[in-house]
Structure formats: C-alpha cells, structure tokens
C-alpha cells in the first residue's frame, strides 16, 4: 500500500553546527569536505523524514563555495525536498554561515542532492506524494523537473563528446592550453 502523501514542511530540516578548529585547511579557513558531509547528513535527514525509510545520496548537483567559511561561525545547513519521482527525492540545500560576534550571516553556498528511498530489500522503494502548500514549493518543484532535463540533455551532450574525442589530434587540439604532451 502507498504511504499518504506528506507536504513539504513535514521533513524541512535544518543542521546547526559550530564549525571548530579541527575542521580548518591549513589556510584557516574550513574544509569544503567538512561542508560536503554536513550537506549529505542533512540531505539523508530531510529526505528519509519523507520517505519514512532509509535513503541513499544517488546524484549531487551545483556545489558552488560563494564565501570562505571561518573558525568559530555557526553553520545552518536548511533543507526540503522539492521534488519527488518515483523513487527518488530532490533535495534543496541553502547553506549559511553566522559570525557570532557580528551578528553577520552569509549565504555560502546551495546545492541539490538526489536521493533514492530503499526498501526493506535493499531495492529502490515507493516514495509517497508531496503536498506542495506553498507557491515556493510549487516553483521549486517546477525548477527540479527542469533541472532533471536539463541534467538528462548534458549526460547525452557528454556522452557524445566522450564518445568523439580523438585523441590523436591532441597537439592540435590541445594548442593554447596550459598542458605539455610527453609521450611520443
Ligand atoms: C541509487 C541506486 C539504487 C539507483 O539504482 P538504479 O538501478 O539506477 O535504479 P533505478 O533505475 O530504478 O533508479 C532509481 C531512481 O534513481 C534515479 N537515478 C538513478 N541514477 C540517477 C542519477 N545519476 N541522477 C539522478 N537520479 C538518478 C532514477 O531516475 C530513479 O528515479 P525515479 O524512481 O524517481 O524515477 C543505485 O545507483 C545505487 O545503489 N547507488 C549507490 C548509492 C549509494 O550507496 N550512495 C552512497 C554513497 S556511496
């Protein structure tokens, strides 16, 4: 039997976090990879609150760092599913930073995670519905559909050049780059 459908305010989520020392890179600031795994925690937390199962990160869309991240800001990690399919979830990430001190907040950056809900056989489960309250979800719904084609259309254009590099014609076509051809 299908689950009811749930709105998308039943697994908005959000992960505050200190950001600490240890999470810094040796130019002070903190690691991309630390903000990686915050985004994937929050994305399995939003996506299986709907789904009422387990889910797993299947695709990652757009991660852009807009703002270097500091020791000692407080980072808020918001997400919602803007989108579901049959079996899979998109969810939409807004992540920012507050300097405690400043009271300043920064936008630093936004992401969309495809998640696939797993069923009690390991198979790729039934999600239920999403009730869409609000014009935002209904736009932002809209914008997951065309982001999947647009994602289908690059996977093909790519597919495509893969297919027709020739990689005997490299010193033409590599002129200009920053690289230097060694072997014979
Ligand atoms: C996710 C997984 C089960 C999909 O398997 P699959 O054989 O492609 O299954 P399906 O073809 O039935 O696809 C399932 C859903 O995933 C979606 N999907 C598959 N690959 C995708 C991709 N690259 N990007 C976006 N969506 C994708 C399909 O569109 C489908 O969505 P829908 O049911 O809403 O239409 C499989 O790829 C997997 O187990 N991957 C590993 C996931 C994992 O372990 N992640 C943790 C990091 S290691």
Not at 6 to 11: G, I, K, L
Not at 44 to 71: I, R, W
Not at 103 to 127: C, E, I, R, W
């Amino acid at each position: 039997m299908e689950e009811p459908a749930r709105p998308v305010s039943h697994s908005q989520t959000t992960i505050t976090e200190l950001m600490v020392p240890s999470y810094a890179n040796f130019g002070g600031k903190i690691h991309g990879g630390i903000l990686l795994s915050l985004m994937d925690k929050v994305a399995y937390a939003c996506s299986s609150k709907h789904a009422g199962t387990y889910c797993v990160t299947v695709s990652v869309d757009k991660v852009d760092f807009l703002q270097p991240v500091e020791v000692g800001e407080l980072v808020s990690l918001h997400a919602s599913v803007n989108y579901v399919g049959r079996t899979s979830l998109m969810v939409g990430i807004r992540v920012e930073a507050l300097n405690v001190k400043t009271n300043q907040l920064k936008h630093t950056n936004s992401s969309y995670f495809t998640m696939v809900a797993k069923g009690d056989d390991d198979k790729p489960a039934m999600v239920p519905k999403l009730i869409l309250e609000t014009r935002e979800d209904v736009k932002r719904f809209i914008e997951a559909i065309h982001v999947r084609e647009i994602k289908a259309a690059t996977r093909e254009q790519m597919d495509d050049a893969r297919s027709s590099i020739d990689v005997e014609r490299a010193a033409e076509l590599l002129k200009g780059e920053r690289c230097i051809i060694l072997y014979k």
